[in-house]
């Protein structure tokens, strides 16, 4: 955030988590052209520190031999002029540099949806002992910043994709301990639908399986969570030759005599099965 001419408050965002954007006191700015939407990326997950111009450039042009000289410079360049014109020469000046080092894109706390996630992910984890309906309103807070697929359609190069496979596993991880948060507060029904979509993609799981019949218990559907724990029995037999773990069977039985306390929160390990 910055002041302009007029001393107001001014909202700069660029946005990772989904498809690449970029807005300016709330208006979208359009990047045209895959290699400048490449370059701003990589500046972006390199923000407030110099990027060479030989790596730029082998990230961009997938280390092609044939690749000019001034390419980078006239890209670098269209990307200058694209801040320039939509916002101000000033701000460009101050938020792209160039150095002997490289390029470097400036950005302050708030801009970058990446940095924000992080921030959010790490408090819900710091509150979760002390405060866990903070911790809760943290990670959902995080986890709203994501619109779809990290770098979706722009996984160019080996540290795009690279980066998105791992903000796709901090996403996940993200989404397990929202669960975890709202299955120990006893909101059940906020997490049902996040946990059928997590059986579906994780269908060997115990522990989204076991969070997931827990959802469905407490929300009155106690055939439908007894029918999850058929379908991940089903699936560990004839995938991968194994039975449901003690703790899972245990849940089951539970569900069954109309036992399963309200406070439970089960006994499976991190992760469950993979």
């Keep these: ?12 965002r660029l946005q990772l988590l989904g498809k690449l954007t970029l807005s300016y006191d709330g208006e979208i700015i359009d ?17 407030n520190r110099p990027v060479s111009k030989g790596w730029l450039t082998g990230e961009i042009w997938d280390n ?7 390419a980078l410079h006239a890209l670098v360049f269209r990307l200058r002029k694209l801040l320039a014109g939509r916002i101000s020469e000033d701000f460009a000046a101050r938020r792209l540099v ?32 002390v405060d866990p309906v903070l911790a809760l309103a943290h990670a959902h807070a995080a986890l709203d910043l994501w619109h779809s697929p990290a770098l979706e359609d722009l996984r160019a190069g080996e540290c795009l994709s690279g980066v998105a496979a791992r903000l796709e596993e901090q996403h996940l991880w993200a989404r397990e301990l929202q669960v975890d948060l709202a299955i120990e507060a006893g909101r059940y029904a906020s997490v049902r639908g996040v946990l059928r979509e997590l059986t579906l993609r994780y269908p060997f799981n115990e522990r989204f399986s076991e969070w997931y019949m ?12 007894l029918g999850e724990f058929r379908r991940i029995s089903r699936a560990l037999r004839s995938e991968l030759g194994l039975e449901p773990c003690p703790p899972l069977r245990e849940l089951q039985q539970a569900v069954l005599r109309h036992s399963v306390p309200v406070a439970y929160q089960g006994s499976l390990v991190e992760g469950g099965t993979a």
């Design 98 to 129: 160039t150095s002997n080092r490289g390029y470097q894109l400036c950005l302050e706390e708030g801009e970058l949806d990446i940095t924000t996630f992080e921030t959010l992910v790490s408090r819900a984890q710091r509150d979760k002992a």
């Design 214 to 225: 827990l959802a469905l218990y407490h929300s009155g559907r106690q055939t439908e969570a």
């Design 1 to 12: 955030m910055f002041e302009d001419q007029n001393g107001g408050s001014v909202i700069f």
């Design 31 to 47: 990047i045209p052209g895959r290699q400048l939407q490449v370059l701003l990326a990589l500046l972006a997950i390199n923000a």
């Design 64 to 70: 092609a031999c044939d690749v000019r000289s001034n």
